[in-house]
């Protein structure tokens, strides 16, 4: 594929606008942040065209906060100028030029493919291979956002891209997590929800950090451990890695990065029934041999990319065990696949099931919430689940 240019040139303030519009203005669930751009609206979006034209942009600064659900972790959001211009990157410069040289079964955040592809992908995949022992290796990168390397991701841009200035916002926005108040916030987001969890307390001036309101709810000791390890194991970034986790940007670029792995399992290793979701890959085989050959030449391509496996890596016996993957547990039964849900999505079905019902979160928000869960639900052999639950909340 040839390198592509002149495309820093073609961002026009029709394609600005058409982007707020059409993504900022309606995703964003900070309406007051919406409402502060719109009262200076003309003057926003013309700052925005600027900044492409006169090639200034620095890379934007994080609100960096901590959540629990589904488990703890780091979100950066930005403000809405360095959100469109992140949109716009993503949108005019990103996404044409890389989702074409994808394979199609990398599912995340494309158009068209996601979970629920991905879970058809599953089904179809089980029942060609069906018959015989059906055997799966399932490879998990580690902390993978925070470990992407700058400077090879950037040396697989230039492969892509001649434009010296798409090149030169992109190593902006990339090296952004390298300023010293990101891992400096991080750090105290991780103390504060520690001590809070110990039960200590804390100053008046850090509870104005806006992090995300977490209930109080009385923990064993035994939770609190298991808690606080969770918190520590959150990542810092070191110099000249990670991506900014929620940006768009970095979703592209990470579905992108392991391109050439993907490459090769379809082609060199020649594996027909493989899926890769971000960081979470899964190779199915009635050959429990020739996954085990798979594994090792995988291993030395993520190693290549500085990138290691975790400890969730593994071949697993779909046949006898199922396969937990996107949400589900694929089992074979009878010689059918049946999708159940996963042990840790039940539970927090049923809890958020009791909130939404007992009006312990907002009416609008609760209905989102089972909305949400009954399109996912639908998807596996869950109606017994869903009636059950759904019947018990409206009974009480």
């Excluded at 110099?239 to 993907?262: C, H, R, V, W």
């Excluded at 399992?265 to 960081?279: N, P, Q, T, V």
């Amino acid at each position: 594929m040839k390198r592509i240019g002149k495309l820093y040139d073609s961002v026009s303030m029709e394609d600005i606008i058409r982007v707020y519009r059409r993504q900022i203005r309606v995703n964003t669930k900070n309406k007051y942040k919406i409402k502060r751009f719109e009262d200076f609206y003309s003057i926003n979006i013309s700052r925005v065209k600027k900044t492409f034209e006169n090639e200034n942009y620095a890379g934007g600064v994080y609100n960096i906060f901590l959540i629990q659900e589904p488990k703890y972790r780091i979100i950066m959001s930005q403000n809405i100028y360095d959100k469109l211009i992140n949109h716009v990157v993503a949108t005019k410069f990103l996404l044409p030029v890389l989702d074409r040289c994808l394979i199609e079964t990398n599912i995340a955040t494309r158009l068209n493919k996601g979970t629920h592809f991905g879970i058809k992908l599953i089904k179809k995949y089980l029942n060609n291979l069906k018959g015989e022992t059906i055997y799966a290796l399932k490879y998990d990168i580690s902390k993978y956002f925070y470990n992407i390397d700058h400077d090879i991701l950037m040396y697989l841009l230039y492969k892509k891209f001649k434009d010296k200035r798409v090149l030169d916002i992109l190593s902006k926005i990339i090296d952004s997590t390298d300023k010293d108040y990101v891992n400096r916030t991080i750090e105290k987001l991780k103390n504060m929800e520690i001590e809070r969890i110990k039960g200590l307390c804390i100053s008046e001036k850090e509870k104005k950090i806006k992090i995300k309101e977490i209930e109080q709810i009385p923990l064993y000791e035994k939770e609190k451990k298991i808690k606080i390890k969770e918190i520590e194991q959150i990542p810092l970034y070191e110099k000249g890695k990670g991506l900014p986790i929620g940006n768009m940007t970095s979703q592209i670029l990470a579905i992108f990065y392991l391109n050439e792995l993907d490459h090769f399992i379809k082609e060199k290793l020649g594996c027909k029934y493989y899926i890769r979701y971000m960081d979470d890959g899964v190779i199915l085989s009635n050959s429990k041999e020739y996954l085990k050959y798979c594994l090792k030449k995988i291993e030395k391509i993520v190693k290549k990319y500085k990138l290691s496996l975790n400890k969730k890596t593994k071949i697993i016996n779909v046949s006898k065990e199922g396969l937990d993957f996107l949400g589900f547990r694929f089992c074979i039964i009878n010689n059918k696949v049946i999708l159940k849900v996963r042990k840790l999505t039940k539970k927090n079905f049923k809890r958020k099931m009791k909130l939404a019902f007992n009006g312990k979160i907002p009416l609008e928000r609760g209905l989102k919430i089972i909305s949400s869960y009954r399109g996912h639900l639908k998807w596996g052999n869950c109606y017994n689940l869903m009636k059950r639950n759904l019947k018990l909340q409206i009974t009480e």
